[in-house]
T-cell receptor, first 114, second 112 residues
Framework: NAGVTQTPKFQVLKTGQSMTLQCAQD?????MYWYRQDPGMGLRLIYY???????DKGEVPNGYNVSRLNKREFSLRLESAAPSQTSVYFC?????????????FGPGTRLTVL | AQSVSQHNHHVILSEAASLELGCNYS??????LFWYVQYPGQHLQLLLK??????LVKGIKGFEAEFIKSKFSFNLRKPSVQWSDTAEYFC??????????FGGGTRLMVKP
């Protein structure tokens, strides 16, 4: 039971390049999230998916796209990377609510855009 | 939109000192409250959470937090910190919707 896994762990891109960050969870949770973490700003929500087949914008969606491939997988794509997207990206999943309303985080992807 | 404020950005303590990290939120309705910890180089882990009931919540590693509804606060406490508590701590609020709002984080350094 790995929980939430993310690949890659580290990535360096040049401005204008594209890439996809992968996230998978084996917790059978419906909701999945992508955050970026920047110093002094906490975590900010980029996109989320409340269930398979649905996605919604979060606080900072510009420059990103997402795909909820199935219940387990939720990918984040940067079509044309910019230096402002240098950050640490975390994926999370969440159970159905009530007392299980807790988000569980992956190990993160550290992305540098030159 | 809800917001979460953590007043202390950096805290330096000596081992065995007591810790209190402040957290205030701006949403007026029913909320779920969380404290997460991120040890150096690691991902976020849940320390404790409050949904309802006793406003004094106990979490892992000797941490506790008190929900004071009238003050919109959820402060994190530990009576005696250890060097291994060096980490960044995040307060987060969920208004029972799908989105979690995080505070800016507090970096704690504990000197041995």
């Amino acid at each position: 039971n790995a929980g939430v896994t993310q690949t890659p762990k580290f990535q360096v891109l040049k401005t204008g390049q594209s890439m996809t960050l992968q996230c998978a969870q084996d917790m059978n949770h419906n909701s999945m999230y992508w955050y970026r973490q920047d110093p002094g700003m906490g975590l900010r929500l980029i996109y989320y998916s409340a269930s398979e087949g649905t996605t919604d914008k979060g606080e900072v969606p510009n420059g990103y796209n997402v795909s909820r491939l199935n219940k387990r997988e939720f990918s984040l794509r940067l079509e044309s990377a910019a230096p402002s997207q240098t950050s640490v990206y975390f994926c999370a999943c969440r159970g159905r609510g009530g007392s299980t309303d807790t988000q569980y985080f992956g190990p993160g992807t550290r992305l540098t855009v030159l | 939109a809800q917001s979460v404020s953590q007043h202390n950005h950096h805290v330096i303590l000596s081992e065995a000192a007591s810790l209190e990290l402040g957290c205030n939120y701006s949403y007026g309705g029913t909320v779920n409250l969380f404290w997460y910890v991120q040890y150096p180089g690691q991902h976020l882990q849940l320390l404790l959470k409050y949904f309802s009931g006793d406003p004094l919540v106990k979490g892992i590693k000797g941490f506790e937090a008190e929900f004071i509804k009238s003050k919109f606060s959820f402060n994190l406490r530990k009576p005696s910190v250890q060097w291994s508590d060096t980490a960044e701590y995040f307060c987060a609020v969920n208004n029972a919707g799908n989105m979690l709002t995080f505070g800016g984080g507090t970096r704690l350094m504990v000197k041995p």
